[in-house]
């Protein structure tokens, strides 16, 4: 089993530094072109992927993926910036939001009006009489106060 290490290494190797390269940008690739990078991890696999990992895989460490969130824009000096957060830290979406339309205040006002409405009534106590086995304020033994 142990003498099946060395190329099950050299195989995720292989196919990690492929991978990687493939999916850096072009633009972000050193010393060699792109298409040479590939060649040389394919052909010499063990020499190629490590050349690969120090010498042509842009610094930083991770290659960007092109088709992420942050593709296509550029932040000043020509590094990319990443895509917003969440849709609150994007301005063009809160742009967007329909603010202030008074068609939807005037409801939402009548809505609120009518739920303290109907929260007032349900606060004030009933004249009612109490239905049968509940229990009542009044003695029943015919004395002014409670026992």
Avoid at 31 to 55: D, E, H, M, T, Y
């Amino acid at each position: 089993m142990i003498r099946f290490l060395p190329v099950v290494l050299e195989l995720a190797l292989l196919v990690y530094c492929l991978i990687d390269c493939i999916q850096t940008d072009e633009a972000r690739v050193r010393n060699l072109p792109k298409i040479g990078w590939i060649l040389l991890i394919i052909i010499v696999p063990i020499v190629g992927g490590l050349a690969w990992l120090f010498a042509g895989r842009p610094r930083g460490g991770v290659a960007t993926n092109p088709f992420g969130p942050a593709a296509g824009r550029q932040a000043p000096g020509g590094r990319s910036r990443p895509g917003p957060v969440a849709p609150e830290d994007d301005p063009n979406f809160m742009r967007k939001l329909d603010r202030g339309d008074p068609e939807k205040e005037r409801l939402l006002q009548q809505w609120e009006a009518d739920l303290k409405r109907r929260e007032e009534q349900l606060r004030k106590p009933t004249d009612a009489p109490p239905r049968d086995g509940a229990p009542t304020d009044t003695p029943t033994d015919g004395t002014d106060s409670p026992a």
